[in-house]
């Protein structure tokens, strides 16, 4: 049978009740004391896409569906991210990525800044140069923060999460396959590329058609935030089974209602 959004709302209304009842438990779980830093973006990332996925169930409730589609474009993005960091604690159990992250993403954020206000300059002096990166950048110089910020980029995340699964050895990657190509999709709706338009066109002559594709998007941001806790959850698991388990197998059967 198909799901309704109030289908939807109601899971997503028990997965937070869920989630309500461990989270005062997670903050001063084991994981955070020997993780910190991994625990810490775990907790922004946990954040983040439940603020985006509300986004999105709002936007459905109002039929807005252009808005719904660029936030989960941004969707998607947080929740690949989640998963590079998560991989990699996987691999190396250390805070050792998650503080490169930390360090790196907060660098390239604050360069990004910094060459926009440059831009900025030279609309007014053509000619103006900024020469002075060695004495603005204390530890990391400009190459270094660039090339290490280059391992965010949704392409390479993306390249190295494949790579991870392959050597998990798993041959295919439905979910993956299946985000990488809604990513892609979804761009033109962020970049106000001709196709988004053009879709909005088409949807709008058939009202069932827009409250279909809101039911689907809203589904799937649904399922992608519960999957980061369960995600997390499995990285409790790890150093406070006991107390953790439980609402892994309660989130996981909650999602199997998609199914």
């Known amino acids: 049978m198909k799901k309704t959004l109030n289908d939807i709302r109601s899971i997503n ?4 009740e869920c989630f309500q009842e461990y989270f005062p438990d997670m903050i001063k779980c084991e994981f955070a004391k020997k993780y910190p830093l991994t625990f810490q973006h775990f907790v922004d990332f946990e954040i983040s896409t439940a603020l985006i ?4 169930l709002d936007a459905a409730d109002s039929d807005n569906i252009f808005v719904a589609k660029i936030l ?13 960091l998560f991989f990699n604690w996987t691999k190396d159990k250390s ?38 990166w060695d004495k603005m950048l204390d530890k990391y110089s400009k190459s270094e923060i660039e090339n290490e910020a280059n391992k965010y980029n949704y392409k390479n995340i993306v390249r190295f999460l494949i790579k991870t699964m392959k050597q998990d050895n798993k041959k295919e990657f439905p979910f993956l ?13 962020v970049h106000g590329s001709i196709h988004s338009h053009n879709e909005i066109k088409k949807l709008a002559k058939d009202q069932d058609l827009i409250k279909e594709e809101l039911i689907r998007l809203s589904s799937l941001a649904v399922q992608m935030q519960s999957a980061l806790k369960m995600f997390t ?7 406070d089974k006991e107390r953790f388990s439980k609402p892994y197998l309660k989130i996981s059967k909650l999602n199997l209602k998609f199914v």
Do not use: C, W
């Not at 209304?13 to 937070?16: D, G, L």
């Not at 996925?53 to 999105?56: E, T, V």
């Not at 360090?103 to 900025?120: H, M, P």
């Open 233 to 239: 959850l499995i990285s409790l698991i790890q150093t």
């Open 95 to 132: 805070d050792e990525i998650a503080e490169r992250y930390f360090i790196f993403s907060n660098e390239s954020d604050q360069l990004t800044n910094f060459k926009a206000r440059i831009v900025e300059k030279q609309l007014y002096s053509p000619n103006f140069k900024f020469k002075k």
């Open 13 to 16: 209304n028990e997965i937070f």
């Open 177 to 189: 396959n299946s985000i990488i190509t809604e990513y892609s999709h979804l761009s033109a709706y």
């Open 53 to 56: 996925k509300s986004g999105i």
């Open 72 to 84: 989960m474009r941004s969707l998607i993005e947080h929740y690949l991210r989640f998963k590079y």
